[in-house]
């Protein structure tokens, strides 16, 4: 159950909170006699839902399903196709393999995916007959495929590849690969930038569209001499789209030829291949995700019209295919438009929108007016839509639900579960109760704050703390998280809250821009606020608190504070040192470090290493090329030199994020003893009951969300917002 609680709750609430605490105290005491704690271990076990394909007439949805087996260190996918009504689920595919990107045949009876299975080097499509059989490879490109799409004649299929646009033939690219391959030369060389994406390097390669018919046989090139690749650090379903009558594709293009002030445009070219033609030529910023309309008449898709912000709101724009007219859809609505799809009879489009630390399904008409809310609690996201209705499906997910395939009512918002795959699991797992509360922030404005309780809480006695600390832009919604969990670090004993600073995604333009230029000073301020107000609630202890994250940990490390040990996971602690490896050698919006060292100097961590006195566990990837390796190895030989007990976890096949089975749970169970070796978790002697503010265990209100005012949060009820880059 989710709550809600206001920082200025009236006294005379009071006792009305200590009737709730009664019956939620009781509750949360009671534990099955077979109720296993909520752990690492017990989150592998887990089966993770990825972005589910509807069928035409809406009647079916497909879901990859994702098991692990963390022995062998690794996951299988498997297709599973789900009634959209309530009914029996059916295996579609079993091999053991990542069967996964699934997407209907326009006449609803084949279902393609990207799968490596038997001699297969690389990934390649194939299809499978919804009625059953085996399912046929398509496609054999040296240079593997993804996201492949469908033409509307259910004949032909499209698809993205990383291929050197000097070759132009397949067998070429091949003895090329080879020839890489085997060569004793590691070497690689640029002539501009980007060098690396998130945790891989770039090279010559460039990513085209191509096509190749159901039966196989040479795939043909689509944009590969039209003058335009897509853009190489975004090559996903999302970059392109074709259009209703197949005539015509659209695809995201950088416009840029230096590769230091990236311009992402929508281009438009023949579905056979001629000159692209640019038509959001009006935007200096990016234009990205295309969608066509299902009658053919409009072509929706995201900008943001501030350049080099990457949290800059993102607004949904209509061309009209006709006139060529741009209108926007969302012009003075202060949220960004997201995960977008359109209703099949092209009046609407829907879209899963942070929005006030909840990830909710909006609405947007084409007849105009503001978009409208159909859900409230819970978080969504991966829409598809089809059929009469019209029938939605999604995944659902919250602190307390991993993503679950469901379907949802467009009118009421009213949300059907459809898939059990987790059921059995999670009944016999621990979990603590989460709700959302608001305290006063930097400037006295009220913070959102979610808190996740130990699922054996009682508010008269005292817990510890694990306050989480995310990366700047990236909004903390009601969602299910496989690399933080919250409900595993409440299992541990730990109350475990997570606050959405200034800077965070999702409370409007002013609150996100808010920290653009300064990013460690209202963040940590937040921060702060939130241990205090977090302290004077009866039940924490305020000598056991603690906290982790990326780069506001290494802030919070040289500042004052009260925790008794950090957590700093792929932190930023040099800016002058991540200035070249952040986005490369992309312009700062605010001014280089040349240009302002003092704005550089008070935001960089190192900086503050003469009042560096708190134990701090530090975990860093060699992969990272977000946050390059250097800063987590120059922050802990740093607290060696100033005598502060501190660890060095090192991954070498890891990058930003730790993804693998068993690295994970290594991630997991150090994190759990370093913290216990300085806060202590589970619960110590009682207060007196009089003294206690216990969580909610109000109902949540099903009315529709507050609108919200720009830049100020409003008290809500959830591989995500912006990309964490703040300047």
């Known amino acids: 159950?989710?709550?809600?609680?206001?920082?200025?709750?009236?006294?005379?609430?009071?006792?009305?909170?200590?009737?709730?605490?009664?019956?939620?105290?009781?509750?949360?005491?009671?534990?099955?006699?077979?109720?296993?704690?909520?752990?690492?271990?017990?989150?592998?076990?887990?089966?993770?839902?990825?972005?589910?394909?509807?069928?035409?007439?809406?009647?079916?949805?497909?879901?990859?399903?994702?098991?692990?087996?963390?022995?062998?260190?690794?996951?299988?996918?498997?297709?599973?196709?789900?009634?959209?009504?309530?009914?029996?689920?059916?295996?579609?595919?079993?091999?053991?393999?990542?069967?996964?990107?699934?997407?209907?045949?326009?006449?609803?009876?084949?279902?393609?995916?990207?799968?490596?299975?038997?001699?297969?080097?690389?990934?390649?499509?194939?299809?499978?007959?919804?009625?059953?059989?085996?399912?046929?490879?398509?496609?054999?490109?040296?240079?593997?495929?993804?996201?492949?799409?469908?033409?509307?004649?259910?004949?032909?299929?499209?698809?993205?590849?990383?291929?050197?646009?000097?070759?132009?033939?397949?067998?070429?690219?091949?003895?090329?690969?080879?020839?890489?391959?085997?060569?004793?030369?590691?070497?690689?060389?640029?002539?501009?930038?980007?060098?690396?994406?998130?945790?891989?390097?770039?090279?010559?390669?460039?990513?085209?569209?191509?096509?190749?018919?159901?039966?196989?046989?040479?795939?043909?090139?689509?944009?590969?001499?039209?003058?335009?690749?897509?853009?190489?650090?975004?090559?996903?379903?999302?970059?392109?789209?074709?259009?209703?009558?197949?005539?015509?594709?659209?695809?995201?293009?950088?416009?840029?030829?230096?590769?230091i002030a990236p311009n992402l445009d929508i281009y438009l070219l023949g579905s056979d291949g001629d000159a692209a033609r640019n038509v959001t030529t009006d935007n200096a910023a990016n234009d990205t995700m295309p969608i066509y309309s299902p009658d053919g008449r409009s072509l929706a898709f995201r900008r943001q019209t501030i350049k080099g912000f990457d949290a800059d709101r993102a607004h949904l724009m209509l061309l009209d295919r006709r006139d060529q007219k741009l209108r926007n859809l969302s012009e003075n609505w202060d949220r960004s438009a997201d995960g977008l799809v359109w209703s099949p009879d092209s009046s609407a489009l829907f879209g899963s929108i942070d929005d006030a630390g909840t990830q909710r399904i909006y609405r947007f008409d084409l007849a105009g007016g503001e978009p409208k809310a159909i859900t409230r609690e819970s978080s969504y996201h991966s829409l598809a839509v089809a059929g009469s209705g019209p029938v939605i499906v999604g995944l659902r997910h919250s602190f307390n639900e991993p993503p679950t395939l469901v379907s949802i009512i467009a009118r009421t918002g009213t949300a059907t579960k459809l898939s059990n795959f987790n059921d059995t699991t999670l009944a016999n797992l621990t979990q603590g109760q989460s709700e959302s509360v608001t305290y006063p922030g930097a400037n006295g404005e009220p913070v959102q704050m979610w808190i996740v309780y130990p699922p054996d809480f009682t508010a008269d006695k005292k817990w510890p703390l694990y306050l989480l600390l995310h990366d700047e832009t990236h909004g903390v919604t009601d969602s299910h998280r496989w690399r933080w969990n919250a409900q595993v670090f409440a299992n541990w004993g730990?109350?475990?809250?997570?606050?959405?600073?200034?800077?965070?995604?999702?409370?409007?333009?002013?609150?996100?821009?808010?920290?653009?230029?300064?990013?460690?000073?209202?963040?940590?301020?937040?921060?702060?606020?939130?241990?205090?107000?977090?302290?004077?609630?009866?039940?924490?202890?305020?000598?056991?608190?603690?906290?982790?994250?990326?780069?506001?940990?290494?802030?919070?490390?040289?500042?004052?504070?009260?925790?008794?040990?950090?957590?700093?996971?792929?932190?930023?602690?040099?800016?002058?040192?991540q200035y070249g490896g952040d986005h490369g050698a992309q312009p700062w919006r605010h001014g280089e470090f040349w240009e302002d060292s003092e704005r550089f100097a008070r935001n960089s961590p190192h900086l503050s290493a003469a009042d560096f006195k708190t134990p701090t566990l530090v975990i860093h990837g060699q992969l990272d090329q977000r946050v390059p390796v250097n800063q987590g190895m120059e922050l802990f030989n740093t607290l060696q030199k100033r005598g502060v007990p501190s660890r060095f976890v090192y991954f070498p096949d890891e990058g930003h994020w730790i993804l693998k089975p068993q690295n994970s749970l290594f991630w997991y169970r150090t994190k759990r003893e370093w913290l216990e070796q300085y806060v202590k978790p589970g619960p110590v002697a009682p207060t007196p009951p009089d003294a206690a503010a216990p969580p909610s265990a109000k109902p949540p209100d099903t009315a529709a969300p507050p609108a919200g005012a720009p830049g100020v949060p409003i008290d809500a009820t959830d591989n995500a917002a912006g990309s964490g880059r703040q300047q």
């Open 494 to 577: 730990y109350v475990t809250a997570w606050h959405n600073f200034h800077g965070s995604g999702g409370f409007g333009q002013a609150w996100a821009d808010s920290i653009t230029g300064e990013p460690a000073v209202l963040p940590y301020q937040d921060t702060i606020l939130a241990a205090e107000w977090l302290s004077t609630q009866p039940w924490i202890d305020a000598d056991r608190m603690a906290a982790g994250g990326g780069g506001l940990a290494a802030v919070v490390l040289g500042k004052e504070h009260p925790f008794k040990t950090l957590v700093a996971h792929a932190a930023r602690y040099d800016m002058y040192a």
């Open 1 to 259: 159950m989710i709550a809600r609680r206001c920082h200025n709750e009236k006294p005379k609430l009071r006792l009305l909170w200590a009737t709730w605490a009664v019956s939620l105290c009781a509750a949360l005491a009671f534990q099955p006699t077979q109720a296993e704690s909520y752990t690492a271990e017990a989150m592998w076990r887990l089966k993770r839902l990825s972005s589910p394909g509807i069928s035409p007439d809406g009647r079916v949805a497909v879901v990859p399903v994702t098991r692990f087996d963390v022995q062998r260190n690794e996951g299988i996918t498997d297709l599973w196709l789900v009634p959209t009504k309530p009914g029996k689920a059916r295996q579609l595919t079993t091999a053991a393999t990542d069967d996964h990107s699934p997407v209907w045949s326009p006449d609803g009876e084949w279902i393609a995916f990207v799968a490596q299975r038997g001699a297969d080097r690389q990934p390649q499509i194939y299809v499978i007959a919804v009625s059953g059989g085996e399912a046929r490879r398509v496609t054999n490109v040296p240079t593997g495929v993804i996201a492949p799409k469908w033409f509307p004649d259910s004949r032909r299929l499209a698809f993205l590849s990383r291929v050197w646009p000097d070759l132009k033939s397949w067998s070429a690219m091949e003895q090329r690969m080879s020839a890489q391959a085997r060569s004793a030369i590691s070497a690689r060389i640029w002539d501009k930038p980007p060098i690396a994406h998130w945790d891989r390097f770039l090279d010559e390669r460039q990513v085209h569209i191509y096509s190749v018919g159901i039966e196989g046989g040479e795939p043909q090139a689509i944009t590969l001499e039209s003058g335009r690749a897509l853009d190489a650090a975004s090559a996903h379903a999302g970059a392109y789209d074709i259009s209703p009558d197949g005539s015509e594709v659209a695809f995201v293009s950088d416009s840029d030829p230096t590769g």
